[in-house]
């Protein structure tokens, strides 16, 4: 049932001696690690904190914003006189864009005034002013560039408030401003004088009615009239005695090469009572010898006196 066999095998090892191979022999080729390693990676917190930085130094921001109200309110009072309330909204934006020796800056300046006595509500200021600018600069305080001034009011006005006779409305007048030249900057203080030797003014007169009549300068029935001249503007700022007082002018001057000259002459003094109160004075003078005035004289003045909420705000 069961067999088995016996099996045989013979082999047998054979001596080589080293310089009979054939395969090659390889050095090892790993580097040695060096002792000083470097990680390098990339921080979202240090590149965000840098692009902070690099806009807070090319961009200069600034705002300042008031709301000023005053009531009148006689109950019973022998010597007479009216129940008023009045209010007055101001507003100025500015921002500066730097570049090395290119600069951008536009501002907005707008004035909002309402009263009402005895029920009857009428409109005492209305204007804003669009500046923008650009420049390259050719020394340490000049530069050169061009200059585009808007201006005109946000709603209708009426001569007063017992006549109900149009005066004014949005782009009635609307004025445009645009002009190349030189401008001055003080390094410290803030001083800016731009002159533009060369300069274009457009008077809108968009509303039909005051059209048709020629008002403010525009030949009657047209709705535009353009002149060639000459400009200057002025704007200063300045802060003293512990920042409590603030005075800001600005100037605005146009020429043409005819016989119109017009002049805007701006005066605001603000005295500070803490964050959110103060007392400011306004004094606004205009000077046109062309212009319709009650009186029919060409210098024109606007005063404001009030107490009220103030906002400021700087970037720098």
Known sequence: MLGAGAAKAQFSISKVAPDKITAPIKKDTVRNISSTFENQYFSEA???AEKRRIRKERNTVS?????????TIF?????GGQNTFSGRETFLFKHVYTLDK???????????????????????EDLFI??????????KNWSYGATVN?????????????EHILVSDFMAPGILDIGGGITYKHLKEALEINISPV?????FVLNDSLSSVGAHGVPAGEKQLSTLGSSVRLNFEKAFWK???KYRTYIYTFTNYGDRTTVQFDNTLEYKLGKLFSISAFVSTYFDKLATTPYNRPLQFNYVFGFGLTYNYRNK
Do not use: P, V
Request: hydrophobic letters at 30%; aromatic letters at 20%; charged letters at 25%.
């Open 46 to 48: 240090k590149y965000l």
């Open 63 to 71: 705002l300042d914003a008031g709301l000023t109200l005053n009531q």
């Open 75 to 79: 109950d019973n009072w022998e010597r």
């Open 102 to 124: 290119f600069s951008f800056d536009y501002s907005f300046d707008a004035r909002y005034g309402m009263s009402n006595i005895e029920g009857e509500t009428f409109k005492n």
């Open 130 to 139: 669009f500046h923008a600018g650009t420049s390259w600069k050719m020394s």
């Open 150 to 162: 808007f201006q005109s009011q946000f709603t209708k006005g009426y001569k007063s408030m017992t």
């Open 199 to 203: 300069a274009g003014r457009m008077t």
């Open 243 to 245: 920042d409590k007082f």
